[in-house]
């Protein structure tokens, strides 16, 4: 959701402000703002829409200091403007502030501030926090008092970076509850604080990550961080390994287009390391899982938000499949309000790309409070999610900025098939040559994805024959069910037609009713032990008029003849065929979505870590 950029030290913070807020921008936002200290006043420029306009309108009215903060604002109270655009000032002029989250409150402590003279200047449920501070600034408390005071009011969750007039040597930032990260960044003689960590790995990878419930006083030498109520609390800097390239596009015109592409990668780098090919073991040593605690696991529970919900539904299948363990897949967003039956015996594995997804975080919680072993399958490193967990399994696929996952759904499908052997080797479920072909298996994943991508061509081609359609189906059954829903819900978030995923055995009990002529049919058959349930689908779509779409096995000779158009595969061990088989479907979207002219690295409406509920 919003991004966060704030800077002090010897530069000017303008430029380093604004750079760190276009490599924040994949997070999604409707408008965009700066603030900088110039001699003792504070000056802001901020515009609704894309950070463009800001910029343009910094380069009319230039703005030079040593401290500041920048935001990029996703819209909840208040419509998208240039007076509800962060960063917010308080009456005074004295102090400035940026903040991601939802105060829940605020409509309380508005009529509170305006029962005592406060005039708000935007609709925004922000304000009151700055308005707060100023409220307690003029009460001569100190910044830090002031902002300690201020936070103890808020309800929800909040990230806040704010500086004043008052004490210019210092920024202050807090993080609250689950709304999304606050970073601190080391550099010589200068500091960084940002939401995520690509805004500023131009200039640092030493890194802190404050926990919720925790003050970071930021000053040009240093960090103090605090709890709350004033109590210094120690921390550990760590090294973050992202190579600042990473986050660039390089030679791709599209972030999503540069992530699927290294998907060879990233799922090499997923299995380096964790995977014994001589002797058919797998090792996550991350997770913190020993025989004892895999043999008193008598159920399972899979929590995640959107895409990674899907590859949760694929690691049921492999889990109860090889380890024969039971396996609830929940979306995280409801898991908590239905009063999960819980204990000790109980696995929890959450599972999000950013780490900082707010709905997974409260499933989490909801987890931690009744005793169950949480894990965590993440991507980026010193998350919240990684760090509240029991034990963790790190997605290893680098940055992935483009809003629509692509990378980050591959890879922890990978991460699923190995914690499923693991947790079958320990739990003395799998006989060891069945493990040793399982193991073997994976050797072969990198290659496969590449071949599909050395596909793209033929994929391209047949977006052009559906890129002016409004609907489609896509219907898959077994393990590739959650690949029919993932296809679907590439194609919505970015080319914005409407896409519905079924179980193919679904079809007779509803959406054939919609199959005619204008409603494109994507059919996941590849030669998995479902193949041949298949047919019977495509054949009662065809017959009334339905273009089909199939994602088929290379060598099938049967597909051709009753499908429109066929998306190929390599033939895949059926365990890992989601692998292989969802990447042509991102390639699809991809294409239809940017033939369309659409904004495929920021669709409308959409954020790459969603941290409000």
């Known amino acids: 959701m919003c991004g966060i950029v704030g800077y002090i030290g010897p530069q000017d913070a303008t430029p380093i402000i604004l750079d760190g807020l276009r490599r924040l921008e994949y997070r999604g936002y409707d408008s965009a703002g700066i603030a900088v200290l110039e001699g003792d006043k504070i000056e802001i420029r901020r515009d609704e829409g894309k950070l463009d306009k800001l910029i343009a309108l910094v380069d009319e009215e230039p703005l030079h200091g040593q401290i500041g903060i920048g935001h990029t604002r996703w819209a909840t109270h208040g419509e998208p403007s240039a007076r509800n655009a962060h960063p917010h000032v308080g009456t005074s002029g004295t102090v400035v502030l940026a903040h991601n989250g939802i105060v829940e409150n605020y409509q309380e402590l508005r009529e509170e501030l305006s029962a005592e003279g406060v005039e708000f200047n935007s609709d925004t449920d922000t304000e009151v926090i700055v308005q707060l501070v100023d409220r307690y600034l003029s009460l001569e408390m100190s910044f830090v008092e002031a902002a300690q005071k201020t936070l103890s009011h808020l ?291 990198p290659d496969l994805a590449g071949r599909c991508l050395d596909r793209e061509a033929e994929v391209q081609e047949i977006a052009w024959e559906l890129k002016d359609f409004s609907h489609c189906l896509y219907l898959g059954r077994g393990i590739n069910m959650p690949t029919a829903y993932e296809g679907a819900l590439k194609l919505k978030e970015i080319s914005y037609i409407h896409a519905e995923g079924y179980p193919a055995g679904e079809m007779k009990h509803g959406p054939i009713a919609l199959i005619d002529e204008d409603m494109p049919i994507v059919v996941i058959a590849p030669r998995d032990p479902w193949y041949g349930k298949m047919f019977s689908q495509i054949e009662q779509a065809k017959a009334r008029g339905g273009i089909v779409i199939a994602v088929a096995t290379e060598g099938d000779e049967v597909i051709p003849t009753i499908a429109d158009h066929v998306l190929w595969v390599p033939p895949t061990p059926w365990m890992l065929s989601p692998v292989t088989t969802v990447i042509p479907l991102q390639l699809l979207a991809y294409h239809i979505a940017a033939l369309r002219g659409l904004d495929v690295d920021q669709p409308r409406n959409l954020a790459k870590s969603v941290t409000v509920e």
Not at 251 to 270: A, G, I, N, P
Not at 307 to 320: C, F, P, Q, R, Y
Not at 366 to 374: D, M, R, S, V, W
Not at 402 to 420: E, F, I, N, Q
Request: proline share 4%; glycine share 8%.
């Open 155 to 445: 309800k929800g969750a909040h990230g806040v970076v704010l500086f004043s007039t008052k004490e210019t040597d210092k920024i202050v930032t807090a993080r609250i509850g689950n709304a999304g990260g606050v970073v601190v960044g080391f550099g010589e003689g200068e500091m960084f604080i940002a939401s995520d960590m690509p805004a500023i790995l131009e200039h640092t990878r030493q890194m802190v990550f404050l926990e919720s419930g925790q003050i970071g006083v930021v000053q040009q030498d240093g960090l103090q961080v605090l709890t709350l109520d004033g109590k210094p609390v120690s921390y550990n800097k760590q090294t973050v390994p992202w190579d600042p390239v990473a986050a660039e596009k390089g030679e791709y015109r599209h972030f999503m287009h540069k992530e699927m592409h290294e998907q060879v990668r990233s799922l090499t780098d997923t299995i380096a390391g964790r995977v014994d090919f001589d002797n058919g073991r797998v090792f996550l040593p991350q997770l913190n899982l020993a025989p004892p605690v895999a043999q008193r696991i008598n159920k399972m529970f899979i929590t995640a938000c959107g895409t990674a919900s899907h590859a949760g539904m694929v690691g049921k299948t492999l889990i109860e499949h090889i380890a024969r363990l039971p396996v609830e897949v929940d979306i995280a967003s409801e898991f908590r309000y239905r009063n999960p039956i819980l204990d000790e015996n109980s696995a929890v594995l959450a599972i999000s790309q950013s780490g900082e997804t707010a709905d997974t975080l409260a499933a989490m919680e909801e987890a931690k409070q009744k005793n169950a072993i949480l894990w965590s399958i993440v991507n980026v490193i010193g998350s919240q999610a990684m760090r509240i967990s029991d034990g963790y399994i790190s997605m290893q696929t680098g940055p992935e900025i483009g809003v629509a996952s692509t990378k980050a759904y591959t890879a922890p499908l990978v991460d699923l098939y190995m914690l499923a052997i693991l947790l079958a080797d320990l739990r003395g479920t799998l006989e060891s040559n069945e493990r040793r072909a399982l193991v073997a298996d994976l050797r072969l994943i």
